[in-house]
Nanobody
Framework: QVHLVESGGGLVQAGGSLRLPCVASGRPFSNHGMGWFRQGPGKEREAVAAISRNGDHTFYMDSVKGRFTISRDNAKNTVYLQMNSLKPEDTAVYYC????????????????????WGQGAQVTVSS
């Protein structure tokens, strides 16, 4: 079992930036693919970004491409979501997720791909 803790959420004006770290404890972090999901008010949970075990492969949803960057530091057991040029429609609870992938290049892009979840971090973007 992996325990995930997100932080870094908050209130920011449109056009601003936030960085969300997610720290993992428990199983070896480097064996896990990682993902960031979000759930806005009245919306379903959606995949925002994901990264492979070795960091070489990434996925981004179309609406955040060029604005968000996912990265990981396996030495610190941490995955990051750097969010720039934030928009009001980015307002949501952001969740970190992990899954032990045997394929080091695998990137999970669906919620069903993951079995460990953090508690979520609220991000609110004001217009």
């Amino acid at each position: 079992q992996v325990h995930l803790v997100e932080s870094g959420g908050g209130l920011v004006q449109a056009g601003g930036s936030l960085r969300l770290p997610c720290v993992a404890s428990g199983r070896p972090f480097s064996n896990h693919g990682m993902g960031w999901f979000r759930q806005g008010p009245g919306k379903e949970r959606e995949a925002v970004a994901a990264i492979s075990r070795n960091g070489d492969h990434t996925f981004y949803m179309d609406s955040v491409k060029g604005r968000f960057t996912i990265s990981r530091d396996n030495a610190k057991n941490t995955v990051y979501l750097q969010m720039n040029s934030l928009k009001p429609e980015d307002t949501a609870v952001y969740y970190c997720a992990s899954k032990l992938f045997f394929d080091r290049l695998q990137v999970g892009v669906r919620a069903d791909d993951y079995d460990n979840w953090g508690q979520g971090a609220q991000v609110t973007v004001s217009s």
